[in-house]
C-alpha cells in the first residue's frame, strides 16, 4: 500500500488547496452568474410593466375625459393580454374606479393606498408575489406618432396640462420566479456537478490522509465522554504521525495536572472549612463582645452619673454658703471644681448616649414644639463656651416655621452639640444658625468661622471616639463621640447631617429632617408618639 500512496508533502497540500479554490470559483461564480442574471430579467420585467401602463395612461384620455368606460374596454382588454398583467383600473380625479378588469389577489392593497404618482409612470409599490404599477393621465398627452387632428378639439392648450386621473396595473411575478428558478436550478446544477468531480479526485488523491485523521478524531472524541486515552497511530502520513505524538504527549500532560488538582482542590476544601469555621466563632466572639461593651458602658456611665451629680450638688451648697461667709477664695475653687465636674458630666452624657444606641435602648418620643424655640434654648446653653473664646453668634430664624412633631430632647442635644463643636473650634470668630421649614423638610444650618479641616480629616468626622488631633497633646478636650451621637439620633429621627469645611476658614453643619418625622425604626429602639404608641424592634443602629 505504501507503495500505491506516497506520503502526501507540499505538493499534495498545494494541490488540495488549489482544488479547494477551483471549487469554491466554480460555486461563486455560478450564484453570482444566476444573480446577475435574475437581476437584469427583474429590470426587464419592471420596465415592460412601465410601458404597459405609461400605454395604457395615453390611451385612457378620452375615457376619462368623458366618464365614459366603453372608451377604455379595448386598451384595457389588450393590457390584460400581456403576460403577467393580472389586474387594470381606471381612477379619475376624485380617485374613484371608472373601469377595472382583472383579479386583485387577496391581501393586496387597494390603488388608493398608494401615493400616486405626478408625471410619468412609477412603480408605486411591491409585494412578495406582485408589482404595482401607477401613471397620471394627462389631458395634452399625445399619442406617439400622431398628429393633432379631430382629437385635438378636446385638448387644451399644450403650454397647461390638466390631470384627468390616473391608471393603475398590477403585475404579478409568477413568469420572472419560474425563470429565476430555472436559472439558479441549472448553475446549481453545473457548479454541483464540476464540485463532485473535484470532490471525486480528491478523495482518491488525499485518501490516505483522512483515514488516519479521522482515527484520530475518534479518539480525541471519546475523550469528551470518557478518560483521555493515547493514540497508538504508527503508519499513515508523516504529517498525522506527528500530530498523534504531540497529542500523546498533550494528554499525559492533562493527567498529571488533573491529579495535582484534585490533591490541591482536597487540600483547600479543607483548610476552607477550617477558616469559615475560624471566622464564624470569630464574629460570634466579637459581636457578644460589642453588645457586652455596649452594655458595659451604658451601665457604667449611669452609675457614674450619680455620684457626680451628687458632688456637683454638695459643691454649689458650700459655695453658697461660702458666699454667705464671704470667703470669696474658696469660692473661686469651688466654682472651678463645679466648672470641670459639670464638664465631666457632659463627657459621660455623651458616652451614655452613644452606649444607649449601641446597646439598643434609645427611645424616641415625638411632642408638638417650635423648632425655633429648641434653637433659642440650645443657644443659651452653649453661650458661655461662645464667650469664653470671644466669638459673636447670629441667628437666622425661618418666620414661617411652625410646630411640628418632633423628639425635643434628641433636636436639642444635636443643636447643643453641633453649636458646642463650633464654640469650642472658633475664637474671636463668628458662629451663624440658619434654620428653614417648609411642609417636607426642617432644615438648620450652624456655621463658623473657626479652623476648619483637612479633606482627609472629613471622611471619618461621625465615627465614634475619632479625633482631628488625637495625640494626648491636643489644645481641645473632648470624648470624640458628640458628632457620632449627633449623626444616630439625626438618622433616628428619620434624617442625616453633612458637614463641608475648608481648612483655615471654618466649617458647616447641615441637618435635614424630613416632615413628618418618621423616625426610623430598627431592632432593639422603640419610637414614641406624643400619643403613647410605641413601635418597637430588636438589633442596633447602623
Not at 506520503?7 to 488540495?16: H, I, N, T, V, Y
Not at 430664624?397 to 453649636?419: E, G, H, P, T
Request: aromatic fraction near 6%.
Amino acid at each position: 500500500m505504501r507503495h500505491f500512496f506516497p506520503r502526501p508533502g507540499f505538493r499534495g497540500q498545494l494541490f488540495l488547496i488549489i482544488t479547494a479554490g477551483v471549487v469554491g470559483v466554480s460555486l461563486i461564480t455560478a450564484l453570482t452568474n444566476a444573480w446577475l442574471t435574475t437581476k437584469r430579467l427583474r429590470a426587464i420585467h419592471q420596465e415592460q410593466g412601465l410601458q404597459v401602463t405609461g400605454n395604457l395612461a395615453r390611451q385612457s384620455v378620452l375615457a376619462l375625459l368623458y366618464d365614459s368606460d366603453s372608451n377604455a374596454e379595448e386598451a384595457v382588454a389588450t393590457t390584460l393580454a400581456f403576460p403577467g398583467i393580472g389586474y387594470v383600473a381606471l381612477l379619475n380625479g376624485e380617485r374613484e374606479v371608472l373601469l377595472d378588469q382583472g383579479q386583485v389577489p387577496p391581501g393586496s392593497r387597494s390603488p388608493q393606498g398608494f401615493d400616486w404618482p405626478g408625471e410619468g409612470p412609477r412603480m408605486v409599490g411591491e409585494e412578495a408575489d406582485h408589482w404595482h404599477f401607477m401613471a397620471p393621465v394627462l389631458l395634452n398627452a399625445q399619442p406617439e406618432g400622431k398628429e393633432l387632428g379631430e382629437e385635438s378639439v378636446f385638448l387644451k392648450d399644450a403650454s397647461s396640462q390638466e390631470m384627468l386621473g390616473h391608471v393603475y396595473v398590477l403585475m404579478n411575478k409568477q413568469i420572472m420566479q419560474g425563470i429565476q428558478q430555472g436559472i439558479i436550478s441549472n448553475n446549481l446544477l453545473t457548479a454541483t456537478v464540476f464540485t463532485g468531480l473535484c470532490l471525486l479526485l480528491l478523495h482518491l488523491l488525499l485518501g490516505r490522509l483522512f483515514r488516519p485523521l479521522n482515527a484520530l478524531s475518534q479518539v480525541m472524541g471519546r475523550a469528551e465522554t470518557e478518560a483521555p486515552q493515547r493514540c497508538d497511530m504508527l503508519e499513515g502520513p508523516e504529517e498525522m504521525v506527528r500530530i498523534a505524538r504531540v497529542y500523546n504527549r498533550m494528554i499525559e500532560a492533562i493527567a498529571e495536572r488533573d491529579r495535582r488538582l484534585r490533591q490541591h482542590n482536597e487540600r483547600l476544601e479543607t483548610e476552607v472549612e477550617q477558616r469559615t469555621h475560624e471566622l464564624v466563632v470569630a464574629r460570634d466572639i466579637a459581636l457578644e463582645s460589642s453588645r457586652h461593651k455596649s452594655e458595659f458602658l451604658a451601665n457604667m456611665t449611669h452609675e457614674l452619673r450619680t455620684p457626680l451629680q451628687s458632688v456637683i450638688g454638695y459643691a454649689d451648697f458650700v459655695r453658697e454658703t461660702l458666699m454667705e461667709e464671704g470667703l470669696q477664695e474658696c469660692v473661686n475653687d469651688l466654682e472651678k471644681v463645679e466648672s470641670n465636674a459639670q464638664r465631666l458630666l457632659g463627657m459621660i452624657n455623651e458616652v451614655l448616649d452613644y452606649s444607649k444606641s449601641e446597646a439598643g435602648r434609645m427611645t424616641v418620643h415625638l411632642e408638638k414644639v417650635d423648632p425655633r424655640d429648641l434653637v433659642h434654648q440650645a443657644m443659651e446653653t452653649v453661650i458661655p463656651a461662645l464667650g469664653e473664646n470671644g466669638n459673636q453668634w447670629a441667628l437666622d430664624l425661618d418666620d414661617q416655621a411652625s410646630s411640628v412633631l418632633l423628639d425635643a430632647s434628641k433636636m436639642r442635644m444635636i443643636l447643643v452639640n453641633l453649636l458646642g463643636n463650633a464654640a469650642k473650634f472658633t475664637k474671636n470668630g463668628r458662629v451663624e444658625v440658619t434654620l428653614r421649614q417648609d411642609d417636607r423638610q426642617l432644615a438648620i444650618q450652624v456655621q463658623d468661622s473657626g479652623i476648619g479641616m483637612k479633606p482627609e480629616h472629613l471622611a471619618g468626622i461621625f465615627e465614634p471616639f475619632k479625633q482631628v488631633d488625637g495625640s494626648q497633646s491636643r489644645l481641645f478636650q473632648g470624648t470624640g463621640l458628640g458628632l457620632a451621637v449627633t449623626k444616630k439620633f439625626c438618622q433616628l429621627l428619620g434624617g442625616d447631617v453633612e458637614v463641608k469645611s475648608i481648612f483655615g476658614k471654618g466649617s458647616t453643619f447641615r441637618v435635614d429632617i424630613p416632615l413628618p418625622v418618621r423616625p426610623l425604626v430598627v431592632a432593639g429602639i422603640e419610637t414614641a408618639d406624643a400619643g403613647g404608641g410605641s413601635i418597637s424592634g430588636k438589633g442596633e443602629i447602623l
